[in-house]
């Protein structure tokens, strides 16, 4: 048998093949689309995940494939590559039960990174194959052997240790607290006060907008999946493949402290974290800043050499590098034009870097998020201990106490006080309950009844607390906070500086007095935080960025500011969010001025469609958190209970569902329990109690007697189970919902109700005897293939041992699913304009529109904002005879179109959607249906000034 090759032309060889399998299964193989139309009956792929491709196909049929891609191979090629692909990288798994004699190929490939990040794995192949070639294949070939990795600044321990001691000088292991608390020689570790809060992986909502879907099992993100524990996530950060997560939350959400955990664990790994608080990045991109400032901080070095830069960039390349970057939305940028930022620069050699970011989730949900395709993550907030959950609040202060226990308990049982649920809500989140400890430890009095009373209350202690160091008189105090608050207003309303701030800012904006400025930074509200790499001068910020707008919150008395189109709409700027509701939490704003601000909110005409009134009103929603008495709640209450649980537009009821759980939570879950009992639609009745239970007041007992109630009515055996279902994850113990199931597992003769009966059944009770037993008799009995697929997936999530289930999924294979094309080949820069010319003929002469639709994506995903695929996208969606393609063609303009061609859109769409109110004929429905989505897309990226002007123009 001739020894097998490793050389440069079986590398080659393997490398196309695999590259053509990639971009087959991606659908984003560039080649006569007639005749991979006629060879796509034979070649049957599946993505079982990101990362594993399920292949099932002949050899021939391979050969034919490779020569469609203009990479030829014969069928000895192929199969020596698909053997390589086996015994040499190890990242094929051959699913056939008999090897030999067979010429179908049946087999999983195993990629590195996930399947969107094709480049990626492309570089991983090529590394991973020089890796593992012997030696003495490299002398053969004349190639210079590799060095050892630990040899100089090329070795792991050499730049482990730079990492570990860069993050020891940059003090991360220190809480973000102790700045306020280190002057009283308090000072907490990561370690003293650190709870593992559960993680949530979010999942995208574009799927679920649609209000008339029948399954509130979608309703919440926590739904989507079980928390994760801190080391199950770091199980999946550990997983392979390249890495790029987000962990998304409000202010104070401990986004920065599951970063330091994530920088500890990664030190335990052997792997190199490098931290970017990126608000320091001040105007400068990502690789100036890793090659100049961090570099040299690390090294210690006046000057970094280019050898030393290229040895750092190498440590990327073999993937060792986890960039941990921290407050994207602290950046000197507004949110779209952050993210797409960071998007940019992570290419080139910071391309093989593993990324976890973090970012505030309104800046995230804003807008255009170029990093949507980041995997995703919110910590849970803190649990307080009742109907069995884990006190997590009570640990909290437990430990913060632990010098003072009884001072602790008066606290927690402050909290208990029925009368104080508002408050205790509010402190769930980690920083406001450290906020409030702290706060309690040194008053030792009542608690506040809204966030922006936390935070004030938590100034006025300052002061107190630090009276003897720094003494400050009535009138001083009044003074600094009226200074701050303009301080803060002027920063906030310049983009360039928002979060971080100039001496040359700070002096001007404390020109009247800079004592005042002195004393901001001596009590710790203003704190240096590094020097420009523009100037060199000093840079200072706010304690935390949520000091900053409860401060410019206290410097506004009148609400129209909100409103000023001088400052563009702040009113619609996600980044005055904050600011806007602690306004709302201000005891020195008259009543009348706050209940007008909400009329002005609900009653704001924005004469476009809507799109900006129905963003002032969830505003007035989240407004009633801090402003509960308004006399206008109970009529907000209703009326987003409409628009959440009735047959709206999509983007109407996604906002009110987000709105109902930023609102004031008690007035909610009494508006939901009041729904509930009138509502005649069984449908809304059922996604009403289902919010209600599970989220808002997990356990309630009226939402679980309308799910029981509705189980018992309910004629149809599908909707029946779903609202069991929902009811097991409300009540998974509650004896109606394993009775109810036991009942229709016996009685249904429905394959796929039996199936999910079962399934239910199983999950909710591990063990149960009829759970197994039905799985494998539907698997064992049925001639649906898909059923018996489903159902064998089941059975191994319950028994992942299962022989039946393993048989039934390495004997068969799911249908051809067609994916979306995420990402297009790159081409050669000489063959790109040739490429474009040949699509932009191909688009002219084109007259089947599904064709057309698929040329004019393709020819703007190579010159984005192309003119002539924006129109053909546009044409098609604004056409009548194309509604099957009007979900893709929007889909496919959001993913492509320019921010200077948004006006158009508005203006071509609002004429459709205008005129077609009036209608219900299910084809113009659907059209406006779809254009209402991209509507609202193009009103969280524009300004509503822009916006409105580009409406019927």
Not at 348 to 359: K, M, N, R, S
Not at 363 to 380: E, H, I, Q, S
Not at 920 to 943: F, G, I
Request: with cysteine.
């Amino acid at each position: 048998m001739a020894r097998p090759s490793y050389g440069p032309e079986a590398k080659k060889r393997s490398l196309h093949l695999f590259t053509v399998l990639l971009d087959y299964a991606n659908d984003e193989l560039d080649c006569d689309e007639v005749a991979l139309d006629a060879l796509r009956s034979q070649m049957q792929t599946y993505w079982q995940s990101e990362q594993r491709l399920v292949v099932r196909t002949k050899v021939r049929f391979l050969e034919a494939l490779t020569k469609l891609a203009n990479t030829p191979l014969s069928g000895g090629q192929i199969k020596e590559a698909l053997r390589r692909f086996e015994d040499f990288l190890a990242i094929l798994d051959d699913n056939r039960p008999n090897k030999g004699g067979s010429e179908v190929w049946h087999f999983t490939l195993n990629l590195w990174h996930k399947r969107s990040d094709r480049a990626a794995n492309l570089r991983q192949f090529e590394q991973a194959w020089e890796h593992r070639r012997p030696q003495k294949s490299k002398q053969v070939t004349g190639e210079a052997p590799i060095e050892s990795e630990d040899s100089g600044v090329d070795g792991q321990d050499f730049w482990w240790q730079l990492c570990r001691e860069s993050l020891e000088a940059q003090q991360y292991g220190q809480l973000t607290l102790n700045p306020l608390t280190v002057a009283d020689g308090i000072a907490f570790d990561v370690q003293q006060l650190y709870l593992p809060l559960g993680l949530v992986e979010r999942k995208r909502r574009e799927s679920r907008h649609d209000s008339s879907s029948a399954d509130p099992q979608l309703d919440e993100a926590e739904d989507a999946e079980s928390p994760l524990s801190l080391e199950a996530f770091f199980e999946r950060l550990q997983a392979a493949g390249q890495q790029r997560v987000a962990i998304v939350g409000e202010p104070g959400a401990g986004k920065t402290t599951l970063l330091q955990k994530i920088a500890t664990w990664l030190l335990e790994q052997q792997s190199l974290p490098i931290w970017v608080s990126l608000a320091d990045l001040q105007g400068a991109t990502l690789e100036h800043y890793l090659l100049h400032d961090w570099l040299k901080q690390a090294t210690r070095k006046l000057s970094v050499a280019p050898e030393l830069q290229e040895a750092f960039a190498e440590q990327f390349q073999q993937g060792r590098v986890w960039l941990l970057l921290d407050a994207i939305d602290e950046m000197a940028l507004d949110a779209a034009t952050a993210l797409t930022s960071l998007s940019r620069q992570l290419r080139g050699w910071l391309a093989d870097a593993h990324v976890v970011l973090t970012c505030r989730s309104n800046v995230w949900d804003g807008g255009k998020n170029a990093l949507a395709a980041f995997t995703t993550y919110g910590n849970l907030s803190f649990s307080i201990g009742n109907g069995g959950r884990e006190d997590q609040v009570g640990q909290f202060i437990d430990r913060w106490f632990q010098d003072n226990p009884s001072l602790g308990d008066r606290l927690r049982q402050a909290l208990d006080d029925p009368k104080r649920k508002r408050i205790s809500a509010t402190v769930k989140n980690p920083l406001r309950l450290a906020l409030l400890c702290r706060t309690w430890s040194l008053t030792q009095g009542t608690l506040p009844q809204t966030k922006a009373l936390l935070y004030q209350q938590f100034v006025e202690t300052i002061y107190d607390w630090k009276q003897d160091r720094f003494p400050t008189t009535l009138t001083q105090r009044q003074q600094l906070n009226e200074a701050l608050g303009q301080v803060a207003l002027q920063a906030l309303l310049q983009p360039e500086t928002r979060f971080r701030l100039s001496h040359t800012f700070a002096q001007t904006a404390f020109a009247q007095s800079l004592e005042l400025m002195s004393l901001a930074l001596q009590l710790g509200w203003l704190n240096q935080v590094g020097l420009s790499t523009n100037t060199g001068e000093k840079v200072y910020a706010f304690y935390h960025p949520t000091f900053q707008e409860y401060f410019a919150a206290q410097s506004l008395a009148d609400w129209h500011f909100f409103f000023d189109p001088a400052h563009a709409y702040p009113v619609f700027n996600p980044h005055w969010r904050e600011v806007i509701l602690l306004w709302f939490g201000r005891m020195d704003i008259a009543i009348a001025d706050k209940e007008a601000f909400i009329q002005a909110l609900i009653t704001f005409d924005d004469r476009c469609g809507g799109f900006y009134s129905h963003r002032a009103y969830f505003l007035a929603a989240a407004g009633l958190a801090e402003f509960p008495q308004s006399i206008h709640a109970q009529s907000i209450l209703s009326q987003l209970l409409q628009w959440r649980f009735g047959v709206f537009p999509p983007s109407v009821c996604e906002g009110a569902r987000v709105a109902l759980l930023q609102t004031d939570r008690t007035l909610a879950i009494a508006a939901l329990e009041q729904f509930i009992q009138i509502t005649e639609n069984p449908f809304a009745r059922w996604q009403s109690a289902y919010t209600l239970g599970k989220t808002l007041d997990p356990g309630n007992p009226l939402a679980i007697a309308a799910l029981t109630q509705l189980s018992d009515t309910l004629q149809n055996e599908t909707l029946r189970l779903q609202v069991l279902e929902s009811l097991g994850k409300i009540a998974p113990d509650h004896s109606v919902f394993i009775q109810s199931l036991e009942q229709l597992l016996a009685s249904t003769q429905q394959g796929n109700v039996r199936r999910r009966a079962a399934y239910s059944l199983g999950k909710m009770n591990a063990g149960h005897p009829k759970a197994i037993a039905t799985l494998e008799q539907i698997i064992q009995s049925t001639t649906n293939a898909t059923l018996r697929l489903r159902t064998a997936e089941n059975l191994l999530t319950l028994d992942p041992a299962h022989a039946l289930a393993m048989a039934v999924l390495a004997s068969m294979q799911k249908p051809l699913a067609k994916t979306s094309r995420k990402r297009l080949k790159a081409a050669p820069s000489q063959d790109l304009d040739h490429l474009i010319t040949t699509l932009e003929h191909r688009l002219a002469t084109a007259t089947d529109a599904a064709h057309q639709r698929r040329l004019a994506y393709r020819l703007a995903t190579l010159q984005p904002g192309h003119p002539q695929a924006i129109d053909g996208l546009l044409q098609l969606l604004l056409a009548k005879e194309t509604p099957t393609l009007y979900k893709r063609v929007v889909e496919d303009l959001k993913a492509v179109v320019l921010e200077p061609q948004l006006a158009k859109l508005v203006s071509q769409l609002s004429v459709l959607v205008v005129e077609a109110n009036a209608s219900t004929a299910h084809q113009v429905a659907t059209q406006r249906h779809e254009c209402h989505k991209l509507l609202w897309y193009c009103a969280q990226q524009m300004s509503y000034t822009a916006f409105s002007h580009a409406w019927c123009y």
